[in-house]
């Protein structure tokens, strides 16, 4: 089962609004709606951002926000802050494994 | 609040086998509903699953260390623990633990990591 596909990095101003993407298989993101995002900060354990495609965990700010068409997930930042960068990772159900779950590639996120 | 705490040795010699405990706070590991992860992440890379138990005993594992991997529960400590044998310097990582919320498909709680570094 090989990684999900994410871009290596994304950068925005302070302010503006920027989309990861998260590119799989009709096996695992095309096929369930158990899409989930994950923020990580350096020397930290990663965060949950987002659930289920598009829930957010009690706590977790309005601003980030997921989607997912066809076989491509998406979260955007909106309204971009310095305290958004950091590395964000993808996390998808797949068929196409005994394990059952896959990660992304991960993204690094520059706030400008 | 559910917490998770690893622990175990920071230095493994090659060949030699890896055990960690993760404790559990907070909630109890015989609650149905959750996955008990455990996941690492070399230096400067991305995250990799390397496999995970349910409750009742059932694991499941990262084919790739399938052949080298034992997860097993310890209920009466509300632990549970990692077993990688023949570690090689390709296993120095950090090594987390996390609960899986089986419903939503995501770790909502991890510990705050444990960096494994295999060498003689």
């Known amino acids: 089962q090989s990684a999900l596909t994410q871009p290596a990095s994304v950068s925005g101003s302070p302010g503006q609004s920027i989309t990861i993407s998260c590119t799989g298989t009709?096996?695992?993101?095309?096929?369930?709606?158990?899409v989930s995002w994950y923020q990580q900060h350096p020397g930290k354990a990663p965060k949950l951002l987002i659930y289920?495609?598009?829930n957010r965990p009690s706590g977790v700010s309005s601003r980030f926000s997921g989607s997912k068409s066809g076989n491509t997930a998406s979260l955007t930042i909106s309204g971009l802050q310095a305290e958004d960068e950091g590395d964000y990772y993808c996390n998808s159900y797949t068929s196409s494994s005994t394990l059952g779950y896959v990660f992304g590639t991960g993204t690094k996120v520059t706030v400008l | 609040q559910v917490q998770l705490q690893e622990s175990g040795p920071g230095l493994v010699k090659p060949s030699q086998t890896l055990s960690l405990t993760c404790t559990v706070s907070?909630?109890?590991?015989?609650?149905?509903?959750?996955?008990w992860s455990w996941i690492r992440q070399h230096p400067g890379k991305g995250l990799e699953w390397i496999g995970y138990i349910y409750y009742s005993g059932s694991t499941y594992y990262n084919p790739s260390l399938k052949s080298r991997l034992s997860i097993s529960l310890d209920t009466s400590k509300n632990q549970f623990s990692l077993k990688l044998n023949s570690m090689t310097a390709a296993d120095t990582a950090v090594y987390y633990c996390?609960?899986?919320?089986?419903?939503?498909?995501?770790?909502?709680?991890w510990g705050q990591g444990t960096l494994v570094t295999v060498s003689s």
């Open positions: 289920e495609v598009t």
């Open positions: 907070g909630g109890s590991i015989t609650s149905g509903g959750y996955y």
């Open positions: 996390a609960r899986v919320s089986i419903g939503a498909a995501g770790l909502d709680y």
């Open positions: 009709s096996s695992d993101v095309g096929r369930y709606n158990y």
